[in-house]
Nanobody
Framework: QVQLVESGGGLVTVGDSLRVSCVVSGRRCGLIALGWFRQAPGKEREFVAAVSRSGATTSYGDSVKGRFTISKDNAKNTVYLQMNNLNLEDTAFYYC????????????????WGRGTQVTVSA
């Protein structure tokens, strides 16, 4: 089993930056990718970003390209999502996810999920 615990969410203003973190524990050796998804009220869970186990490969959703950066610190077993130039549409619950299979962009491609952290962007 793999456990994922997110932190770092909060209330920010349009244009601000915020970094959320996810600590990964448990059976990490089989993981292929770590990712971030988000879900706003009344909407489906949306792919945000993913990073390969080595950190060499990253992928981003179209709505965050150029503003968000995913990274990982293997020594701390932590994956980060740096979010810059936040806008109102970035308000959502942000979930960390891990996959044993692929560096995917869909919910179905991930095997483990954290409980999420709320990010709220105000005008």
């Amino acid at each position: 089993q793999v456990q994922l615990v997110e932190s770092g969410g909060g209330l920010v203003t349009v244009g601000d930056s915020l970094r959320v973190s996810c600590v990964v524990s448990g059976r990490r050796c089989g993981l292929i990718a770590l990712g971030w998804f988000r879900q706003a009220p009344g909407k489906e869970r949306e792919f945000v970003a993913a990073v390969s186990r080595s950190g060499a490969t990253t992928s981003y959703g179209d709505s965050v390209k150029g503003r968000f950066t995913i990274s990982k610190d293997n020594a701390k077993n932590t994956v980060y999502l740096q979010m810059n130039n936040l806008n109102l549409e970035d308000t959502a619950f942000y979930y960390c996810a891990a996959s044993n299979r692929i560096i995917g962009t869909t919910v179905a491609q991930y095997d483990y999920w954290g409980r999420g952290t709320q990010v709220t962007v105000s005008a």
